[in-house]
């Protein structure tokens, strides 16, 4: 409610203002031509790895924002949703405008084969270069890291493992979850992350604690909440945080060694059907009140400099970050994916 | 060896009566057949007596046991019975010896070797000596039926059950089947029951015959009684062919029939009293018409309607002069008379016999 | 039957159409399949194969497969048997509660019973394993569902009914005379089942153990939930991943073809035993078959058909509306956790479900319709013998059963995703899929219906002046339709859970419901999957609501 009316409220002040001032005008023409448009071809079609309640909700705001233009969310996992745009290509299909993921070494892949439009979002001055990549193909929508999380109810919290060299002790043997490089980007950083740390070695151990394998990263969350694993050894921080703000057992601990830090880009393809509404929605999504929302109920981090983050969880700033070479990422992903299935079999 | 007493056994299929207060006595050694239409209740009969069914009341007593009642029904294996039924029901994963040899298995005392042995005199018995690897599937119709028989015969049953074992062979198969049991019957001498609808081959192969019409037991007695003496209308119509003829009782012995009159075989009847008459076609002899009938014997004149030559007999449609009656009469092949001759009857009033239950 | 020129050319039209509708369904797509797991970058090449048989991974995940087959076979028949005795041919009580529940089992799609057993059966948060904890205090989890124990037991309580039906139908043929001389002969009653009846079923028990083993190597869905969080693969989970970024389509193509091989050889073997007419013998006199008292046995008879369909019905069905109905699935169902937010989200918050739902039925219905009449026609034309070798034509409208989903799909994308055919986005390759896939299943009911009308009776019309079209419309058509719209049916039900070739096949416009929860399932996302599980069954039982009126009978087949 509160977000629509300051929206209303900022369009109103920024027409006044551009009829009153002529300098300012071009902005917010652009802006009403450009609605023209996005209305005219009436949707967006966003392949995106963010977890379905929030990219639903997403969304929802952006449809409530901007009536006349709906977006299609189709949600699966990073790397699904690559499979998916290699598969369409090869078929000529062409249905896919904006695409997020959390793999930052696809859109590497994307530039190489340029299939990205060039595309700078509205107010992104502001971010990290980690949010940003140098030839403006591409930028960071959202940013979690990869934690360990427990359940309270099923383990004390002085037994709870603190590091990820303690997720190796055999007493966690069958107790943990784990998600999949195969499918996720959050988790393809997370292990490239840690085997820049530790080495393949780390997970050759860990395999021998028999983890249970899940796809998403957004899974463990639920897995742990349900007490059918009580330890995840990976997953989205914010998944964790959502949860045990709904009251469930989840407790979250962010070691010290470090949290592998996962930036989530968007870009807007070469062959996009309905670039205006791509456009429009992804400027929206940049925008500080969408990027609050996504800190304030999803849980995520951004690189928006203006965005305040809820108290009881600590700040990017507070944290020792393991961060991943996008072009790394995207030259090794096939062997995290290999390594990883010789390992836990699957 | 025992025998078989049936008592007022009732048994309904819905509205249905299949068996309705039928009794029957079979003495021990005795082969008495259960002949009737089809849906008369003889198979439902059988099966009750196998134990495959429960009646509803009577009872069912083989010896001095009581086999069958409505509160408790023995189970059929334990019955001391054997049944050959119409299809042979030969187990096709068999063999011929393993098909005889399955219920010695049950009898205590019976080793392996005196299976064995007793398989191999039996089939000996129904002239298949040789046969013990052959499966069923590839023996012709009559040699399995012969399997049927040496695997009821060879548990030496107390009670034998015969469901139209003959029905699936052709006929001429049949006819020789039927001395084959009659002659099986003798050596071995097992109280047997036997369903057929077949009257012929009822009177060759059994020594009394039960009559049942729609769940009752109307008359018992040898070939000879049920087709010479027939208490019903039914039992004249089904033995054989007759002619009915609907008259009125004059006197003791004789009956009036619109405008004729027969002396009949004489019973108690009171005069007045409704009849039929029943007349074989083969008792009518056709003679020259007469004018001065011998005394004692039924005289009448006709005039020939249909005469159709059989090979061995002729058929003829003769219509009585005063009268609107057409008889069925068969004779030898002799003198043949033609259509529109005119012919007179001779009936023998023994052979004319009386019935009492009229609008049957 | 003498052919003049007209029946050829009658037969040349129908050739020409059932080759092309052959050739656009089967051949092309299997062509492609062969030729793309032999293509290298220098032209013909054996490495794909060599690769997928060197591979340890890819051996591993084979013999996994084989494990899982052959423990499913022999677990259906342990229980399929038995429990096809006992409603045929005891007194065990609540006969015709059994066999609507075993039809139940077998209508319900497995991927959803393998959901719903992971709510069960997980060691830590299923359901069963808390009670077990509960009562005992002991720390360990009876059961764990992520096993292959856990696998094989899910698969075989959901396929068990084809052992079943086969079965069941078998008893009936037995002539019930057959059993009753051996009862007066002195056979008690389990003699008789040992000695008679079990012989006389054996070539249906071993063809219902192939059978099973069929469904099994077939399956996606329950090994794909079951298997993958344990850490092993079967050859349909492992083509599976091979679409994965980057997509190793040779690779998958040269696993496929050993899958096809299995199946159509164990197809073979199964022809040839039943094939032994021998064994059945229709007849049996003197009305009803006499049912064996179990006595004593009589209720812990019908104790351990209850078990098998709690198993199979009870239990799943009972979580799944528990987690439809629930905040968070696995706490008690208190008046906090009741919520009918999961109805909210998934009807109108989550995008794709009204379009998955309106896709399934769309080519559902289409599937259905068309194919019920395709099938029709091919029936009727193969029972009637209107062509030239009417049995090749029979032949080939079967011959789908021996394509696995899996693999149709994967022969179905080489095919349709490269000119002159584009067909891959649309739903028109699912399409295609679906209509060769439930082909056979409909084939086979409308060849038993009109077997069931005799030709005397349309040559009794044709003798009185109709023509052969007239007859058509005025006898056949009218007693035929209950055992079209029976084909129908089953093509629908069949549409409407396919699993294992829409998961290749679709994409994001074009989802189905069972690619849908099978998403969720990725997510976590219990209550959705609850929800559109409990309307896919619904549809189902719906569906099957019309079958028994049209047919007038049981649908499985067996007659009373």
Redesign the interface.
């Known amino acids: 409610m509160t977000l629509r009316l300051s929206r209303t409220w900022t369009r109103r002040v920024a027409l006044v203002a551009s009829l009153a001032v002529g300098a300012l005008v071009s902005t917010a023409f652009a802006q009403d031509g450009r609605l023209e448009a996005a209305k005219k071809e009436g949707k967006v079609?966003w392949?995106t790895s963010l977890?379905?309640?929030s990219a639903?909700k997403v969304?929802?705001l952006f449809e409530a924002a901007y009536p006349g233009v709906k977006v299609?969310?189709?949600?699966?996992?990073s790397?699904?949703i690559?499979?998916?745009v290699?598969?369409?290509l090869?078929?000529?299909?062409k249905?896919?405008d904006v695409v997020h993921t959390s793999d930052a070494g696809h859109f590497v892949f994307f530039k190489a084969q340029k299939l990205l439009t060039k595309y700078t979002p509205a107010g992104v001055d502001g971010f990290p270069a980690g949010f940003k990549d140098r030839d403006g193909y591409y930028y960071g929508l959202r940013a979690t890291v990869n934690v360990i999380a427990y359940n309270t109810k099923?383990i004390p919290a002085a037994e709870a493992p603190k590091t990820w060299k303690d997720l190796l002790d055999p007493k966690w043997k069958?107790k943990m979850v784990t998600a999949h490089p195969?499918?996720s980007g959050v988790i393809s950083t997370h292990v490239l992350a840690l085997v820049n740390q530790y080495g393949w070695d780390y997970f050759k151990q860990l395999a021998q604690n028999?983890?249970?394998?899940?796809?998403?990263a957004?899974?463990p969350?639920?897995?742990v909440?349900?007490?059918?694993?009580?330890v995840a050894v990976d997953g989205g921080e914010y998944t964790f945080y959502q949860i045990k703000k709904k009251g469930?057992p989840v407790e979250i601990v962010y070691p010290k060694e470090g949290v592998p830090l996962v930036v989530s880009p968007t870009a807007i393809m070469s062959f996009a059907p309905h670039p205006n509404a791509a456009k429009l929605f992804t400027d929206f999504t940049f925008s500080r009140e969408i990027q609050q929302v996504m800190a304030d109920s999803e849980g995520l981090y951004t690189g928006h400099p203006e965005v305040k983050y809820p108290t009881d969880k600590p700040k990017l700033s507070d944290l020792k970050l393991l961060t991943v070479d996008p072009e790394e990422l995207e030259k090794r992903g096939?062997e995290i994916r290999q390594r990883f299935?010789?390992f836990?079999?699957? | 060896m025992p025998g078989v007493s049936i008592r007022g056994l009732t048994l309904r299929y819905g509205d249905l009566a299949a068996v309705e207060g039928l009794s029957l006595e079979v003495a021990p050694g005795e082969l008495v057949a259960l002949l009737g239409p089809s849906g008369c209740g003889k198979t439902t009969t059988l099966r009750l007596v196998a134990g495959f069914l429960t009646p509803e009341s009577g009872e069912i007593w083989v010896g001095d046991r009581c086999l069958s009642s409505s509160a408790s029904v023995v189970p059929p294996e334990q019955r001391r019975m054997a049944m050959i039924f119409q299809s042979y029901a030969l187990w096709p994963h068999m063999t011929v010896a393993q098909n005889v040899a399955y219920g010695l298995r049950f009898k205590s005392g019976v080793g392996r070797s005196d299976r064995i042995r007793r398989v191999s005199e039996m089939l000996r018995v129904v002239q298949l000596a040789g046969y013990e690897a052959r499966y069923p599937g590839e023996l012709s119709g009559g040699q399995q039926q012969r399997v049927a028989v040496a695997r009821a015969l060879v548990v030496e049953p107390e009670i034998l059950l015969l469901d139209e074992p003959l029905s699936n062979l052709d006929a001429n198969l049949r006819e020789e089947m039927r001395f084959e049991i009659r002659r099986l019957h003798e050596a071995f001498g097992i109280t047997t029951l036997y369903v057929t609808h077949d009257q012929a081959e009822a009177m060759v192969i059994s020594d009394r015959i039960a009559v049942l019409e729609r769940g009752r037991v109307v008359q018992t007695g040898t070939g000879d009684e049920v087709f010479g003496r027939p208490r019903t209308r039914f039992v004249a119509e089904f033995i054989g062919r007759t002619n009915l003829l609907d008259g009125v009782a004059a006197a003791s012995d004789t009956v009036t029939v619109g405008r004729l009159r027969f002396r009949v075989a004489g019973t108690g009847v009171a005069p007045g009293t409704r009849v039929a008459v029943s007349i074989r076609p083969h008792a009518i002899a056709l003679t020259e018409p007469v004018d001065h009938p011998a005394p004692g014997v039924n005289a009448l004149r006709g005039t020939v309607k249909r005469a159709s030559f059989l090979g061995d007999s002729v058929d003829y449609e003769i219509a009585l002069a005063d009268s609107d009656i057409v008889l069925r009469v068969v004779t030898p092949v002799g003198q043949r008379r033609r259509a529109g001759e005119s012919v007179g009857l001779q009936i023998d009033p023994a052979a004319c016999i009386m019935l009492t239950d009229a609008g049957a | 039957m003498r052919l003049g020129a007209r029946a050829l050319d009658r037969s040349a039209v129908v050739w020409v159409g059932a080759a092309l509708a052959l050739v656009v369904l089967m051949a092309l797509p299997l062509g492609w399949l062969v030729a793309l797991s032999v293509s290298g970058e220098q032209g013909a090449t054996l490495a794909h194969y060599r690769a997928v048989l060197g591979d340890l991974a890819l051996r591993k995940a084979v013999w996994n497969t084989i494990v899982l087959a052959f423990w499913v076979g022999l677990g259906s028949v342990a229980v399929g048997a038995p429990l096809a005795w006992l409603t045929a041919r005891t007194d065990v009580p609540g006969r015709g509660v059994i066999r609507t529940l075993v039809l139940a089992s077998f209508v319900t799609p497995p991927f959803l019973g393998a959901f719903a057993w992971v709510m069960l059966a997980g060691p830590n948060a299923g359901l069963l394993n808390k009670l077990w904890r509960g009562a005992t205090g002991s720390e360990d989890a009876l059961l764990n569902i992520f096993s292959m124990p856990g696998l094989i037991f899910v698969v075989t309580t959901y396929t068990f009914p084809y052992v079943y039906i086969m079965i069941a139908n078998t008893l009936a043929l037995i002539a019930s005379d057959l059993e009753e001389a051996a009862a007066i002969l002195g056979a008690g009653r389990f003699a008789v089942a040992l000695t008679v009846t079990l012989p006389m079923v054996l070539p249906a028990l071993v063809s219902g153990f192939i059978l099973a083993v069929l469904q099994a190597l077939a399956l996606f869905g329950s090994p794909a939930i079951l298997s993958l969080p344990a850490g092993f693969h079967t050859i349909t989970t492992q083509i599976w991943t091979f679409f994965h970024f980057p997509p190793k389509i040779e690779m998958a193509a040269a696993f496929s073809i050993p899958l096809l091989l299995a199946t159509a050889l164990l197809l073979l073997v199964q022809k040839r035993i039943l094939g032994r007419r021998g064994y059945a013998a229709i007849g049996g006199k003197g009305g009803q078959r006499r049912t064996i008292a179990l006595g004593r046995w009589r209720w812990p008879a019908f104790g351990a058909c209850l078990v098998v369909m709690a198993c199979a019905i009870f239990l799943p069905y009972g979580i799944l509306a528990k987690a439809a109905l629930s905040r968070a699935w696995a706490q008690p169902l208190t008046w906090d956790n009741l919520t009918l937010a999961n109805f909210t989200f998934t009807f109108f918050e989550y995008g794709a479900t009204r379009d998955a739902i309106v896709n399934t039925l769309e080519l559902g219905v289409a599937t259905a319709t068309v194919g019920a009449g395709l099938v029709a026609l091919l029936a009727y034309i193969t029972s009637r013998r209107l062509v030239l070798g009417h049995r090749l034509v029979g032949f080939l409208a079967l011959a789908p059963v021996v394509i696995p989903g899996v693999v149709l799909a994967v022969a179905l994308f080489i095919a349709y995703t490269r000119p002159p055919l584009l067909l891959y986005g649309t739903l028109a390759i699912l399409f295609i899929a679906y209509l060769t896939k439930e082909m056979p299943v409909g084939y086979a009911q409308s060849d038993a219906t009109f077997r069931g009308i005799p030709p005397e009776l349309e040559d009794a019309g044709r003798i009185l002046g109709a023509g052969r079209l007239r007859i058509l419309r005025d006898v056949t058509a009218p007693l035929a339709r209950s055992g079209i719209i029976a084909a129908w049916c089953f093509i629908f039900i069949g549409v409407i859970r396919e699993l294992s070739a829409s998961i290749i096949l679709f994409t994001p416009t074009t989802k189905v419901m069972s690619v849908v929860i099978f998403d969720l399932k990725e997510e976590g996302q219990f209550g959705a999957i609850a929800v559109l599980g409990l309307v896919m069954l619904a549809l189902t039982f719906v569906t099957v609501a019309v079958v028994q009126a049209a047919l007038g009978r049981d649908v499985l087949g067996v007659r009373e």
Do not use: C, W
């Not at chain 1, 299609?72 to 996992?77: F, I, S």
């Not at chain 1, 090869?90 to 299909?93: D, F, G, R, S, V």
């Not at chain 1, 028999?210 to 998403?216: D, E, F, T, Y």
């Not at chain 1, 909440?225 to 009580?230: D, F, L, V, Y």
């Open positions: 079609v392949y977890a379905l309640p639903e969304a929802k299609e969310v189709h949600r699966t996992g790397e699904r690559i499979a998916r290699m598969q369409e090869k078929a000529n299909i249905n896919v099923a069958g195969g499918y028999k983890l249970m394998l899940v796809q998403s957004v899974d969350s639920g897995v909440a349900s007490g059918e694993r009580p469930n096939e299935v010789e836990f079999g699957a």
